[in-house]
């Protein structure tokens, strides 16, 4: 399957020819392609749904060469202008001063960094590395997370209003007390992530795995899961009005002492979820 995966890739960059960076991008991408393949077949798909589901999730090549280097660097360049900076001392600082839109840390090793309490208002982190990264108490409204490997960060107390986690690994990452009204997260996995006491009014959660999850005692208000893994994910306690549940696996879930409107449970009850111990409001 690497193979064919690395086929693909070399397709849809082929109208780029050479780049500096294509080596690593591919290189990255290809790591990520093949850690959603697994994913995917984990949720017992065959092989070709789950490498179907795979390219799918892709995304936009054109987006993502948006960020790529196009140019060689000045062969006169000193050789120290050529080194990484060393994010991990200086991006803190550099984030704090920065107020213009659509911040750009794509690409970027972010890992473990301390980011809290920063103003990263439609910044772009597409392709980085966040793994551990503190973004805690930050306005990320409108922020952009595509491909992005986030496993373990957390956001807590963190505003992100209209933000888009697209074909991300968030495993284990902490979104409590987050502000996530109108969000979007699309084939992503979030296994062992926390959205205790956050707010998902009007979010979407399509083509994700949210495996073992819990809604519990969330207003999830407006919310869609589209297509989405839901194999003991809970919603106990949870209000659910005008939520929808399209192509997802809820009869895996829990809806023990659910509230929800008439159309939301006759939604559910046709898709044969456990509906036992719900309240119609």
């Known amino acids: 399957m690497e193979d064919r995966l690395q086929q693909f890739l070399d397709g849809v960059f082929a109208p780029y020819g050479d780049f500096p960076a294509k080596a690593d991008v591919t290189k990255e991408l290809l790591?990520?392609?093949?850690?959603?393949?697994?994913?995917?077949?984990?949720?017992?798909?065959?092989?070709?749904?789950?490498?179907?589901?795979?390219?799918?999730?892709?995304?936009?090549?054109?987006?993502?060469?948006?960020?790529?280097?196009?140019?060689?660097?000045?062969?006169?360049?000193?050789?120290?202008?050529?080194?990484?900076?060393?994010?991990h001392k200086l991006v803190k600082e550099a984030v704090r001063t920065a107020r213009s839109s659509r911040s750009k840390f794509s690409y970027t090793n972010l890992t473990?960094?301390?980011?809290?309490?920063?103003?990263?208002?439609?910044?772009?982190?597409?392709?980085s590395a966040l793994e551990g990264a503190v973004f805690d108490r930050s306005n990320l409204t409108g922020a952009?997370?595509?491909?992005?490997?986030?496993?373990?960060?957390?956001?807590k107390n963190t505003?992100?209003?209209?933000?888009?986690?697209?074909?991300?690994?968030?495993?284990?990452?902490?979104?409590?007390?987050?502000?996530?009204q109108a969000a979007v997260f699309r084939a992503g996995a979030f296994r062992g992530a926390?959205?205790?006491?956050?707010?998902?009014?009007?979010?979407?959660?399509?083509?994700?795995?949210?495996?073992?999850?819990?809604?519990?005692?969330?207003?999830?208000?407006?919310v869609m899961f589209d297509s989405t893994s839901l194999r003991r994910t809970t919603f106990d306690k949870a209000v659910l009005k005008n939520v929808s549940f399209k192509r997802s696996e809820v009869k895996h879930a829990n809806f023990d002492g659910a509230k929800m409107d008439k159309i939301t449970y006759a939604l559910l009850k046709g898709a044969k979820a456990n509906l036992e111990n719900v309240t119609i409001e």
């Open 31 to 87: 790591a990520n392609l093949q850690e959603r393949y697994r994913d995917y077949k984990t949720q017992g798909k065959s092989d070709q749904e789950a490498y179907q589901a795979t390219i799918d999730s892709f995304g936009d090549v054109g987006e993502i060469m948006d960020h790529v280097p196009h140019k060689q660097p000045d062969e006169q360049a000193s050789e120290e202008s050529r080194k990484e900076p060393s994010v």
């Open 112 to 127: 473990q960094t301390d980011l809290a309490d920063s103003d990263l208002r439609d910044a772009d982190f597409s392709c």
């Open 144 to 155: 952009r997370f595509r491909a992005a490997a986030i496993k373990g960060g957390s956001f």
């Open 159 to 180: 505003n992100l209003t209209e933000a888009s986690f697209i074909a991300s690994d968030t495993q284990n990452a902490d979104f409590t007390n987050a502000n996530l």
């Open 194 to 222: 926390t959205f205790a006491h956050a707010t998902l009014g009007g979010a979407t959660f399509a083509q994700c795995d949210l495996s073992g999850v819990s809604f519990n005692s969330l207003d999830l208000t407006g």
